[in-house]
């Protein structure tokens, strides 16, 4: 009796979980477990006050992302894997900032965890790429990976993937390639196209339908700002991408790229 107390006791004391994060960044990989990062020099409290995923203001404990990427430089991109496929790619500059908008790892203590993000879902844990002030570098919804596993550091989107590339001969500010950039930052997280990217998430937006085929007048852009207010239901995932994050401007460059891939369907 007195050993199985002791066990108990011992179950107790230990947290809920232990969670790591795996950083590929070329001679520079580390894995780092959640009770290292809560001990982690830079590691203190933040206040997030538009959280992306909670819908309100959160405080967390965080590290500056910048503080983990050894080695990467502002040239570089990288990729943020989630536990559920999504694929945030993200070119490294923003990421390295330490003034304007900052990016922070928010680690989640099996102590106090966080709450979850609706009715019979998980939290956003155990790790989650938070900003300040996103306003300040026009930060995506795209760009606030939560349940990140992996960051890796890879070859930009258009060398991996050449099956997302406009026509060849468009001049390098033709607003096609603008429109390029644009799904790459809001939408390649989730879709892919073609049959290429990385993400496991959400469907195709080329093969066999591009959504400028099936949606008609502006009910594609429509969707893209409030996607629950066309299309609603409970498993929706989709986020909407408000006139802030995405002005009509670039939701028009945006929308511009995916009618001109509809002409450029490659089959995988």
């Not at 939408?187 to 496991?200: E, S, T, Y």
Request: proline share 9%; charged share 20%.
């Amino acid at each position: 009796m007195k050993a199985l107390i002791v066990i108990g006791a011992l179950l107790l004391s230990t947290p809920l979980y232990a969670a790591q994060l795996v950083l590929e960044l070329g001679t520079n990989a580390r894995t780092w477990q959640t009770a290292d990062l809560l001990k982690h020099p830079e590691v203190q409290t933040i206040q997030v006050a538009e959280d992306v995923s909670y819908k309100k203001p959160m405080t967390y404990r965080a590290v500056p992302l910048a503080a983990l990427l050894t080695g990467v430089q502002s040239s570089d991109h990288l990729q943020a894997v989630a536990l559920d496929g999504f694929a945030a790619e993200m070119p490294a500059a923003p990421l390295l900032e330490s003034h304007g908008a900052r990016a922070w790892l928010a680690i989640e203590d099996p102590a106090k965890p966080w709450p979850p993000l609706a009715e019979g879902k998980s939290s956003a844990g155990p790790f989650y790429l938070v900003w300040t002030d996103p306003q300040a570098g026009a930060i995506s919804p795209e760009q606030w990976p939560f349940a990140v596993a992996t960051i890796k550091r890879l070859s930009a989107v258009a060398e991996r993937f050449p099956a997302l590339l406009p026509a060849p001969g468009l001049a390098k500010d033709d607003p096609v390639n603008k429109g390029f950039e644009l799904f790459q930052k809001n939408c390649l997280a989730c879709h892919r196209l073609n049959g290429a990217g990385d993400a496991q998430f959400g469907p195709d937006l080329n093969i066999p339908f591009n959504p400028t085929e099936y949606f008609s007048g502006d009910f594609l852009k429509r969707y893209i700002r409030d996607p629950q207010g066309l299309r609603r239901w409970p498993q929706g995932k989709m986020p909407g991408f408000s006139a802030t994050v995405l002005p009509d401007s670039d939701l028009d460059l945006l929308v511009g790229y995916l009618k001109h891939m509809a002409g450029r369907k490659q089959a995988r």
